[in-house]
Every structure is written in C-alpha cells, then in structure tokens.
Nanobody, 115 residues
Framework: QVQFVESGGGLVQPGGSLKLSCEAS????????MAWYRQAPGKQRAWVAL???????NYVDSVKGRFTIFRDSPKNTVYLQMNNLKPDDTGVYSC?????????WGQGTQVTVSS
C-alpha cells in the first residue's frame, strides 16, 4: 500500500516562498495523476495543483501564476513551489493521487502565511 510523506511547510510572511515535497513509497507514475491538496481552516480539503502521468499540469485559479507542481520520477517525489504566498494560502497541504487513496494520506505539512 502506497504512503505519502509531505515536508517543507512553515510560517512565512505574505509575498514569501516555500517549496513542499511529497515522497511516495511507490512509483508515482503508477497513478494517472498526482495532486497537492489544501485544507484551509474550516474548509474541506481540495486539490490546488495536479500533474498527470503524461506531464500535463493544472491549477485552481487562485494559485495560477504563483504555484508550480513538478516531479522527480526516479525519486518518486512530487514538489510544489509556492511563490508570492498570500494569507488565503494558509492550510495543511497534502499530496495524493487523483482520485485520492484514502489509506495513503500522510500527515500533511502546515503552511501559515502571516505577517
């Protein structure tokens, strides 16, 4: 059973940057797509960036132009480069496949954007 382990979160001021990492225990290319999900305070978890097996990218409108998802397939790792962070980006960031695998959720990594 695949597991995902996220890292790289932290406290950052508005306008700052963070790079998140997600290491999978198995091949990330075994999934049709991988995504970064965000659960903001008081809201449901939702994907914000995805990368398909073929390398196509997609983002929710609120992060377009600021976030970049990419992967290192030999390392079974997916990254999320986040620039120009805003307070609304605050939340717990997790990675998983699309559709997600319930048993594979990791602890996530907390991102807090605040001055």
């Amino acid at each position: 059973q695949v597991q995902f382990v996220e890292s790289g979160g932290g406290l950052v001021q508005p306008g700052g940057s963070l790079k998140l990492s997600c290491e999978a225990s198995g091949s990330i290319l075994s999934f049709g797509a991988m995504a970064w999900y965000r659960q903001a305070p008081g809201k449901q978890r939702a994907w914000v960036a995805l990368i398909t097996k073929s390398g196509n990218l997609n983002y929710v409108d609120s992060v377009k132009g600021r976030f970049t998802i990419f992967r290192d397939s030999p390392k079974n790792t997916v990254y999320l480069q986040m620039n120009n962070l805003k307070p609304d980006d605050t939340g717990v960031y997790s990675c998983n496949a699309i559709p997600w695998i319930n048993e594979a959720w990791g602890q996530g990594t907390q991102v807090t954007v605040s001055s």
